[in-house]
């Protein structure tokens, strides 16, 4: 079988503005973010693109190694905003079906905002996806107006409101909506932010499509990346280059970040952080922070559903559902 459980932009093709920052150009797949999202303003003298110039800039090229164990791409970029390198690895070996991803930023000094920011495509039929996670600490709505309407941009949750669960997550209109089936809520643009409880092996992300017969899933070291962002896209945005066409898409962006407001409102005090979550990473000039990530898919039955736990076994994980099915994925937990 084959998968392709990652999003591109309508407009990838098209010729656009030349002001608009390459991500959102080649918005599509998965894209490393350092920091995760920008400043309103610069930070300390600091002007990011949006999410950062791993996010925007080009990448050069150290090797490609090809091995009876698999793939390795080596790419690296000296940073210019705030000086410093990045290394990018991303590996597949064979007999899986993971990327593993790992990024090594080094020479940097002072707090940083960082994360992956997998884009997923959903079919277009209200409900089709099914989204879980790792057992939640707490959730939050964007806090303020993330659209707004005479540019053209229309949300639909109550702002700065609080959920603990994705079933149950307040409406700006009264009542609640459930963020754990998707697509819904057509025309409506919309953002949320979860945190993962701390635990000794790793948290994850999974959405699973029983009628296409597969699962996308991330694993992640909660003390490096501790929360996720959900981008929920589904044609709220009326202005160039969206144009109401950017559908049935949601975002499952595993950081540590003050959702995508940037560094300075991550490390003043802010919800997240006044429950005691991290939102932003120090860097230490003498010693590198290594991001380690895996995204994989696997197979699953149309009466699957959803993921209700996955759990480390001796080839890899097993994706347990909720009446019991097993799915066993091999991969290298080490890694993370």
Known sequence: MEFSPFSVAPWAEEKIDASTPSILKALRGDFFCSPFGADEKPYRGESHQPHGETANANWHFESLKRSDAGVDLHLSLDTKVRAGHVDKFLSLKNGETAIYSRHVLSGMKGNMTLGHHATLKFPDEEGSGHISTSRMAGGWTFPGTFEEPARGGYNCLKPSATFKRLDRVPLAQGGYT???????????????????????DFAWTAAAFPKEGYVWFSLKDPRVLQSTVFWISNGGRHYTPWNGRHMNVMGLEDVTSYFFLGISPAEKP???????????????????????????VAAIP????????????THGVTLVSPAGHRIPVKLDLTFL
């Open 270 to 296: 802010n919800p997240i952080s006044r429950e005691g979550f991290k939102t932003f990473t120090k860097f230490d000039p003498k010693k590198p922070t290594i991001i380690n990530y895996i995204m994989a």
């Open 178 to 200: 459930d963020l754990s089936r998707y697509p819904a809520r057509r025309g409506f643009e919309d953002i949320v932010q979860i945190v993962h409880q701390d635990r000794p």
């Open 302 to 313: 149309r009466d699957f559903e959803r993921v209700k736990k996955i759990i480390p076994d």
